[in-house]
């Protein structure tokens, strides 16, 4: 099994930064997994945010391109996502997702929040 854990959430003002981190633990979990982030708003499916994979290949939905990066640390089993420039409707639970195959486990995610 893995087990996912974020941090990192709360509310911001349009304009501003977050950083979410993801801590990935559990014997089944390796380097080899890719890792991502998805995101829920009120009322709406969720989405995918951006991607990792364990190669450092990364994959963004085009609203946050140019905003957000996605990075990840091997040593410690962490998945980070760099919000810059937050708008409103960034607000939503943003979950962390890690995958192998057809192998996937999300976290239960944390609230961003963005006041105009």
């Known amino acids: 099994q893995v087990q996912l854990v974020e941090s990192g959430g709360g509310l911001v003002q349009a304009g501003g930064s977050l950083r979410l981190s993801c801590a990935a633990s559990?014997?089944?979990?390796?380097?080899?997994?890719?890792m991502g982030w998805y995101r829920q708003a009120p009322g709406k499916q969720r989405e995918l945010v951006a991607t990792?994979?364990?190669?450092?290949?990364?994959n963004y939905e085009d609203s946050v391109k140019g905003r957000f990066t996605i990075s990840r640390d091997n040593v410690h089993n962490t998945v980070a996502l760099q919000m810059n420039s937050l708008k409103p409707e960034d607000t939503a639970v943003y979950y962390c997702?890690?995958?192998?195959?057809?192998?996937?486990?999300w976290g239960q995610g944390t609230q961003v929040t963005v006041s105009s």
């Open positions: 997702n890690s995958y192998y195959g057809f192998r996937v486990y």
């Open positions: 559990g014997s089944s979990f390796s380097s080899s997994f890719g």
């Open positions: 990792i994979s364990s190669g450092g290949s990364t």
